[in-house]
């Protein structure tokens, strides 16, 4: 459910585009797509739901993707870390959500551009944990600045570093590629803007968070954080909820 429900949070984003390079256009000349990451499948069954001509290959280290997929995707259980041994380059490789699974960034990127065919495209879609307002009111006091700032500090310690969004164009430069494209997108915790399209981006990122906190807060604080206790975590979660509720 989780990896469903943020899926449809990028597809909101991105107007129920897959993604904002070039191969996701209808008239994507992509023949070989890799998906690095994918988790249930589900972004590349539907990019070779768009795209039959393309051959799309999925890769996670979780054995999680359904059996029952169109003819042009197929799924390889592999870690990412290890060894990179594709036979043939890719027109485009998708990388989304990976931000604390990767702990060499550098590294991770040059794979990406050692296995892709010349004129080849990488679209990197990550999000910010540090929270923001737009007003400027949110302070490091607050309970949500609390946690951004103790997970950004558990991921360093657990040398899991959280890749800033900043730096993502600099270390794609460095890692060989051109043309680097940057696009930010806002999703807000909860149902609070009047426009439309981001009430509705913010109801589904208030569940998105509520699911994935725990999965995303307890192992790393505990590890990291010597004095810090489940009781402190609860407390910080719910003044965290309280506030963006």
């Not at 657990?158 to 993502?168: G, N």
């Not at 604080?221 to 003044?239: E, I, P, Q």
């Amino acid at each position: 459910m989780h990896t469903r429900m943020e899926h449809n949070l990028f597809l909101l984003t991105f107007d129920n585009k897959l993604g904002l390079s070039p191969p996701n256009l209808p008239d994507s000349k992509a023949k070989r797509v890799l998906d690095l990451g994918t988790g249930t499948g589900i972004w590349a069954i539907d990019f070779a739901d768009d795209h039959s001509e393309a051959e799309v290959i999925g890769v996670d280290l979780s054995p999680i993707q359904p059996s029952f997929v169109p003819p042009n995707v197929r799924f390889l259980i592999d870690d990412i870390h290890e060894q990179w041994d594709f036979s043939e380059p890719f027109d485009y490789i998708h990388s989304r959500m990976m931000n604390f699974s990767i702990p060499n960034w550098p590294e991770y990127l040059d794979k990406i551009y050692q296995n892709l065919a010349p004129g080849g495209y990488v679209e990197i879609q990550e999000i910010d944990v540090m929270m923001k307002s737009d007003d400027g009111t949110l302070g490091d006091d607050s309970a949500i600045m609390k946690w951004s700032n103790l997970l950004n500090e558990a991921s360093v310690k657990l040398q899991q570093a959280y890749k800033k969004i900043d730096e993502f164009k600099d270390i794609m430069s460095e890692a060989g590629f051109t043309e680097i494209v940057d696009v930010r997108f806002k999703w807000p915790t909860n149902h609070w803007p009047k426009d439309k399209k981001y009430k509705e981006l913010g109801v589904w990122n208030n569940e998105n968070i509520a699911i994935a906190l725990e999965s995303l807060t307890i192992a790393p604080f505990t590890r990291a954080h010597d004095t810090w206790v489940l009781a402190n975590l609860f407390r910080l979660w719910k003044k965290a909820f309280i506030m963006r509720g």
